[in-house]
């Protein structure tokens, strides 16, 4: 399959699924590729025999497309992005976290005005002189994408607590949080360096928060109100 993910070419085997997640991103085969995922380098062997094969070919076809992302300036994040007037907010943190719960109590006050667009791995690049966050079709089991770039305003890590805490995060910080939620396999320099040259930009150019809360209203309103004012305040 020919598709368009992340402004860039990519080939997709249509195997194990990926035809079906993929089909809100296919585009006419008349570019070079600028990536392409090559399905006789999946490793079944290194996953649970458990595993399904579709998992296997899900997991394996993002590894690939990421592999390829950074040497174009972008990253993959585990997170929930969510897109409210104009701008992509993200939620991260380690698996039970609340990322997509807190995303769904965004759309609770926010209604319709607030459209979950990626709820795993949306993609980050810069381009024309600003990041922004796209929807990819490595979109987690329920598949909540959307195909679109939006104009992104700040990434929020989520922890849980006993009360609703949120605190700008300085660059050491961000980067040790975003290594740990991104595809952190990266060990040589070959893949790391320009990573953390993406990272280092994105921490000067986008807020960071960490968010310590309950999964209530009142959280979502905090995050909203503090990530959305940093952002005007930035002129993203």
């Given at each position: 399959m020919f598709c368009r993910?992340?402004?860039l070419y990519?080939?997709?085997?249509?195997?194990?699924?990926?035809?079906?997640?993929?089909?809100?991103?296919?585009?006419?085969?008349?570019?070079?590729?600028?990536?392409?995922?090559?399905?006789?380098?999946?490793?079944?062997?290194?996953?649970?025999?458990s595993l399904s094969e579709e998992s296997v070919v899900y997991l394996e076809s993002g590894w690939q497309f990421y592999a390829k992302l950074i040497e174009f300036g972008g990253l993959m994040l585990h997170a929930s992005a969510v897109e409210l007037d104009g701008r992509a907010y993200l939620f991260s943190g380690p698996s039970g976290m609340g990322k997509s719960t807190h995303t769904?109590?965004?759309?609770?006050?926010?209604?319709?005005?607030?459209?979950?667009?990626?709820?795993?791995?949306?993609?980050?690049?810069?381009?024309?002189?600003r990041w922004y966050a796209y929807g990819t079709p490595w979109c987690g089991k329920d598949g909540i994408n959307q195909n679109k770039r939006v104009p992104l305003a700040g990434i929020c890590f989520l922890k849980r607590g006993r009360e609703n805490v949120i605190r700008c995060?300085?660059?050491?910080?961000?980067?040790?949080?975003?290594l740990y939620q991104t595809l952190h396999q990266f060990r040589t320099a070959e893949r790391l360096a320009p990573l953390l040259d993406s990272l280092g930009q994105?921490?000067?150019?986008?807020?960071?928060?960490?968010?310590?809360?309950?999964?209530?209203?009142?959280?979502?309103?905090?995050?909203?109100?503090?990530?959305?004012?940093?952002?005007?305040?930035?002129?993203?």
């Open positions: 993910v992340a402004n990519v080939e997709v085997p249509a195997v194990g699924g990926m035809d079906s997640r993929c089909k809100d991103y296919l585009c006419e085969e008349d570019h070079i590729a600028d990536i392409v995922i090559d399905a006789g380098q999946y490793r079944p062997e290194v996953y649970p025999e769904r109590l965004w759309q609770q006050i926010f209604g319709a005005e607030a459209q979950v667009f990626n709820d795993d791995k949306p993609a980050l690049r810069r381009e024309d002189g995060l300085g660059e050491k910080d961000v980067i040790g949080h975003v994105l921490v000067r150019e986008i807020p960071v928060f960490e968010l310590e809360n309950l999964p209530e209203e009142a959280a979502a309103r905090l995050s909203y109100e503090t990530m959305s004012r940093a952002a005007k305040e930035m002129g993203l």
